[in-house]
């Protein structure tokens, strides 16, 4: 065979037309071209360069070309040739030519190109281990061996690391350059294997940051003019952050109390920094879905519709834009920009953007090296999962010092992380502007031992008209709303509801609690609004009552169900926060720990909830008393001195924000997702619609699930016949008023707490 003739691709479209089909030489060639270019902003461009010429490398193999003919039916004589690895000529090449830890960082890549990054000795399952899967790569690569050097004539010579890089920081270097080396691969096979959709990727035009930036500014010229000493705060902010984007790269807070427009302020930041030192991108994390999609459309109207890319589980289109070819395009692109993120604007959780960073597998890693050169905000930072608060920071760390990231700690409760590389605070004296935006007085309980019942507590909602209390427990707050549902304008709101049901109980309570404003301002009295709730609604959940009552939590909590009191500052002095203490002790666990902090801080005096140095005291504390915090997911990314042994796939699999240990999703018969779940029995599952079902879904604790099954509550979906292992609901078990009840039947739910 001439070189030619050796192929990557067969053609879809043209299975029998070898003159379509990759060369294998044009594959290496332009994926080792992108996947430079991608690792430039890092300084590792030739490391990509020659993961890529030797990921397909296996493909010379005679078994591999006679398997794509084979496919194609040009080759009808041979027998059925089994399936072919392709990946371990190239890792065993690449461990032959260059020595110890550069040929091993470079098999690590190409081995791992299809599969995800392996362990070096076993992996949870057991199976796939790097060092038994290289011993059987040897003998692919004999067997290919007098052609190999034909396809590698690119080679760059690799005698030292990037400077950057450490043991610390070895992992994520691997992590960013196998990145690069997978959306290549994936970019330029889709140039060939999907022509349309290639077209299309590379004729979307994003505006530019600089565009982006005028958009913003014509977007807050409109307040430009707003009078008052709450509009004055917000411009002193939004000065300051602007100020500070000037500054170098590195690692920054804002500390902003409730209603001082930290989103927007933070949103100016980015994009002046990144105007300034050529960031690629604004990435804007956020703690949970529930909030997403407020701050998304935030964005969307500043920015435009098209403009905004949201990357996470409740993102789906609608059946009505489905049916409008602009919109279905418009989403298309969309969608093809959350494969790698390659947008100007990103909104995505922490989920999304700290599981990625600690990846194996190739579809979550794509996107990472578009992490790099780029600005970060982490919105509500004191929700950063405590039990990976170690390698959380890590990975904050090692971004902003090797990666070229910028990143901003965005909260009014601004947590003492432990071990952050120090962060330069955006706003001076931060303290000022929570005295001056102070809006709540804090009712704390004298002692913090003596426990009220729900009885009384129901008494003490009852002489408000309009209150929200915040409970720490799914079944706490079924059990004090039966208390009180008689009572006209009580509702009930806990995450036994799904997305969907959530989100129009959270809009029902903002219409009424502006029609009350309205009633209030003619000088009529408003419309009883009793909500009772988890802690759903202490992030971002843009609500705004007089009186909040909050059961005892951990400080950063309580604040944070502050937030939802007096926000807009309109009542004629100040809102009330009462903090009780409810008839059992929050679950053990993070709630306990953060519960047994703030009684702490309580015991030496009231603490002032208002002032940022109180919450680096509560951080201290709560941190101090984690038993877990991630610290060996560190260790086991460690290579070894003598065999560069890093263990990615068990980290990958192991590193989960949301522990699904415990529950398991169901789907619910809620508004339109009862149609959708006719679709699904109809259709069965595929991708577009399991987005939709996302909204209606809740997740219920496993240790139920056979009493459940028991009572005819769940059961599989069964789609053409088969079943599959989605559990869906199978009687009328879910209401307006409750949700998914499961306490109806009398089953526990202790361990759902939100």
């Given at each position: 065979?001439?070189?030619?003739?050796?192929?990557?691709?067969?053609?879809?479209?043209?299975?029998?037309?070898?003159?379509?089909?990759?060369?294998?030489?044009?594959?290496?060639?332009?994926?080792?071209?992108?996947?430079?270019?991608?690792?430039?902003?890092?300084?590792?461009?030739?490391?990509?360069?020659?993961?890529?010429?030797?990921?397909?490398?296996?493909?010379?193999?005679?078994?591999?070309?006679?398997?794509?003919?084979?496919?194609?039916?040009?080759?009808?004589?041979?027998?059925?040739?089994?399936?072919?690895?392709?990946?371990?000529?190239?890792?065993?090449?690449?461990?032959?030519?260059?020595?110890?830890?550069?040929?091993?960082?470079?098999?690590?890549?190409?081995?791992?190109?299809?599969?995800?990054?392996?362990?070096?000795?076993?992996?949870?399952?057991?199976?796939?281990?790097?060092?038994?899967?290289?011993?059987?790569?040897?003998?692919?690569?004999?067997?290919?061996?007098?052609?190999?050097?034909?396809?590698?004539?690119?080679?760059?010579?690799?005698?030292?690391?990037?400077?950057?890089?450490?043991?610390?920081?070895?992992?994520?270097?691997?992590?960013?350059?196998?990145?690069?080396?997978?959306?290549?691969?994936?970019?330029?096979?889709?140039?060939?294997?999907?022509?349309?959709?290639?077209?299309?990727?590379?004729?979307?035009?994003?505006?530019?940051?600089?565009?982006?930036?005028?958009?913003?500014?014509?977007?807050?010229?409109?307040?430009?003019?707003?009078?008052?000493?709450?509009?004055?705060?917000?411009?002193?902010?939004?000065?300051?952050?602007?100020?500070?984007?000037?500054?170098?790269?590195?690692?920054?807070?804002?500390?902003?109390?409730?209603?001082?427009?930290?989103?927007?302020?933070?949103?100016?930041?980015?994009?002046?920094?990144?105007?300034?030192?050529?960031?690629?991108?604004?990435?804007?994390?956020?703690?949970?879905?529930?909030?997403?999609?407020?701050?998304?459309?935030?964005?969307?109207?500043?920015?435009?519709?098209?403009?905004?890319?949201?990357?996470?589980?409740?993102?789906?289109?609608?059946?009505?834009?489905?049916?409008?070819?602009?919109?279905?395009?418009?989403?298309?692109?969309?969608?093809?920009?959350?494969?790698?993120?390659?947008?100007?604007?990103?909104?995505?959780?922490?989920?999304?953007?700290?599981?990625?960073?600690?990846?194996?597998?190739?579809?979550?890693?794509?996107?990472?090296?578009?992490?790099?050169?780029?600005?970060?905000?982490?919105?509500?930072?004191?929700?950063?999962?405590?039990?990976?608060?170690?390698?959380?920071?890590?990975?904050?760390?090692?971004?902003?010092?090797?990666?070229?990231?910028?990143?901003?700690?965005?909260?009014?409760?601004?947590?003492?992380?432990?071990?952050?590389?120090?962060?330069?605070?955006?706003?001076?004296?931060?303290?000022?502007?929570?005295?001056?935006?102070?809006?709540?007085?804090?009712?704390?309980?004298?002692?913090?031992?003596?426990?009220?019942?729900?009885?009384?507590?129901?008494?003490?909602?009852?002489?408000?008209?309009?209150?929200?209390?915040?409970?720490?427990?799914?079944?706490?707050?079924?059990?004090?709303?039966?208390?009180?549902?008689?009572?006209?304008?009580?509702?009930?709101?806990?995450?036994?509801?799904?997305?969907?049901?959530?989100?129009?109980?959270?809009?029902?309570?903002?219409?009424?609690?502006?029609?009350?404003?309205?009633?209030?301002?003619?000088?009529?009295?408003?419309?009883?609004?009793?909500?009772?709730?988890?802690?759903?609604?202490?992030?971002?959940?843009?609500?705004?009552?007089?009186?909040?009552?909050?059961?005892?939590?951990?400080?950063?909590?309580?604040?944070?169900?502050?937030?939802?009191?007096?926000?807009?500052?309109?009542?004629?002095?100040?809102?009330?926060?009462?903090?009780?203490?409810?008839?059992?002790?929050?679950?053990?666990?993070?709630?306990?720990?953060?519960?047994?902090?703030?009684?702490?801080?309580?015991?030496?005096?009231?603490?002032?909830?208002?002032?940022p140095a109180t919450f680096t005291q509560y951080f201290e504390l709560f941190y101090d008393s984690l038993n877990e915090t991630g610290q060996e997911i560190l260790e086991l990314l460690k290579p070894t001195a003598r065999d560069g042994g890093v263990y990615?796939?068990?980290?990958?699999?192991?590193?989960?924000?949301?522990?699904?240990?415990?529950?398991?999703?169901?789907?619910?018969?809620?508004?339109?997702?009862?149609?959708?779940?006719?679709?699904?029995?109809?259709?069965?599952?595929?991708?577009?619609?399991?987005?939709?079902?996302?909204?209606?879904?809740?997740?219920?604790?496993?240790?139920?699930?056979?009493?459940?099954?028991?009572?005819?509550?769940?059961?599989?979906?069964?789609?053409?016949?088969?079943?599959?292992?989605?559990?869906?609901?199978?009687?009328?078990?879910?209401?307006?008023?409750?949700?998914?009840?499961?306490?109806?039947?009398?089953?526990?739910?202790?361990?759902?707490?939100?």
């Open positions: 065979m001439i070189i030619d003739e050796i192929y990557a691709h067969t053609h879809p479209k043209f299975k029998l037309d070898k003159t379509k089909w990759q060369t294998l030489h044009d594959h290496q060639s332009e994926t080792a071209r992108r996947a430079a270019c991608f690792a430039q902003c890092f300084s590792s461009s030739d490391w990509a360069s020659n993961a890529a010429l030797l990921h397909d490398l296996g493909k010379i193999a005679e078994d591999f070309q006679k398997k794509l003919k084979k496919a194609t039916g040009l080759d009808c004589e041979n027998e059925s040739i089994s399936r072919v690895n392709h990946s371990g000529a190239g890792a065993a090449y690449a461990e032959e030519r260059f020595a110890g830890p550069f040929g091993r960082t470079l098999a690590y890549l190409v081995m791992g190109h299809h599969a995800g990054l392996p362990d070096y000795e076993c992996d949870k399952t057991g199976n796939g281990a790097f060092v038994a899967r290289i011993e059987e790569a040897r003998k692919d690569l004999n067997a290919i061996r007098p052609r190999a050097d034909e396809f590698v004539t690119g080679m760059k010579d690799l005698s030292k690391f990037p400077p950057f890089v450490s043991p610390r920081n070895y992992h994520l270097w691997v992590r960013m350059l196998f990145s690069c080396l997978v959306d290549a691969d994936w970019l330029d096979t889709e140039r060939v294997m999907d022509s349309a959709k290639h077209e299309q990727r590379t004729g979307i035009e994003f505006p530019s940051i600089d565009d982006l930036g005028r958009k913003f500014d014509e977007h807050m010229a409109k307040f430009a003019n707003a009078t008052g000493p709450l509009n004055e705060i917000r411009r002193e902010i939004l000065d300051a952050c602007r100020t500070a984007a000037q500054r170098e790269p590195e690692l920054f807070t804002l500390t902003v109390p409730t209603g001082g427009g930290k989103t927007l302020s933070s949103m100016a930041f980015a994009l002046e920094h990144a105007k300034k030192h050529g960031k690629d991108r604004v990435i804007y994390v956020i703690p949970y879905t529930s909030i997403i999609e407020q701050t998304a459309k935030i964005f969307r109207d500043i920015f435009g519709e098209a403009n905004v890319i949201e990357h996470h589980s409740n993102i789906s289109r609608d059946d009505e834009d489905e049916k409008n070819p602009e919109k279905q395009k418009q989403a298309t692109e969309m969608e093809m920009a959350t494969e790698n993120w390659n947008a100007p604007i990103i909104v995505t959780t922490n989920v999304q953007f700290f599981e990625s960073l600690y990846a194996a597998r190739t579809k979550r890693c794509r996107k990472l090296h578009n992490i790099a050169n780029s600005v970060v905000l982490i919105d509500e930072a004191q929700l950063i999962s405590p039990e990976f608060v170690t390698p959380c920071v890590d990975v904050i760390n090692e971004l902003t010092k090797s990666f070229g990231v910028s990143i901003v700690l965005c909260t009014a409760t601004q947590p003492a992380l432990p071990k952050l590389h120090d962060p330069h605070e955006i706003v001076p004296e931060p303290q000022k502007y929570y005295e001056a935006l102070k809006r709540v007085e804090y009712h704390f309980p004298e002692n913090t031992e003596d426990r009220t019942t729900w009885e009384k507590i129901a008494e003490e909602l009852k002489q408000h008209e309009e209150v929200l209390c915040v409970v720490n427990t799914r079944r706490d707050c079924r059990e004090l709303y039966d208390l009180m549902k008689e009572l006209p304008g009580t509702i009930h709101l806990s995450a036994l509801m799904c997305g969907e049901h959530r989100s129009d109980v959270i809009k029902v309570i903002r219409e009424r609690l502006e029609e009350n404003r309205k009633l209030k301002n003619d000088g009529k009295p408003p419309k009883p609004l009793r909500v009772i709730s988890t802690q759903l609604v202490e992030a971002g959940v843009d609500i705004d009552f007089p009186v909040v009552f909050r059961a005892m939590a951990g400080l950063d909590s309580i604040v944070q169900a502050a937030g939802r009191c007096n926000r807009e500052g309109k009542l004629n002095g100040m809102g009330k926060v009462y903090v009780f203490v409810p008839p059992k002790p929050a679950p053990k666990g993070l709630l306990s720990k953060g519960e047994s902090t703030t009684k702490e801080l309580l015991a030496c005096g009231t603490p002032d909830a208002q002032n990615f796939r068990t980290v990958g699999d192991s590193f989960q924000l949301i522990d699904d240990q415990y529950t398991t999703s169901v789907i619910v018969k809620y508004g339109k997702g009862e149609e959708l779940l006719h679709r699904l029995e109809k259709e069965g599952p595929h991708k577009e619609l399991m987005r939709k079902l996302q909204r209606f879904t809740v997740n219920v604790p496993k240790f139920a699930v056979k009493a459940m099954f028991d009572q005819g509550m769940i059961r599989f979906l069964e789609a053409h016949g088969e079943m599959t292992n989605i559990l869906i609901q199978n009687t009328e078990c879910y209401s307006n008023e409750y949700g998914f009840d499961i306490m109806k039947r009398g089953l526990s739910c202790e361990e759902s707490i939100i």
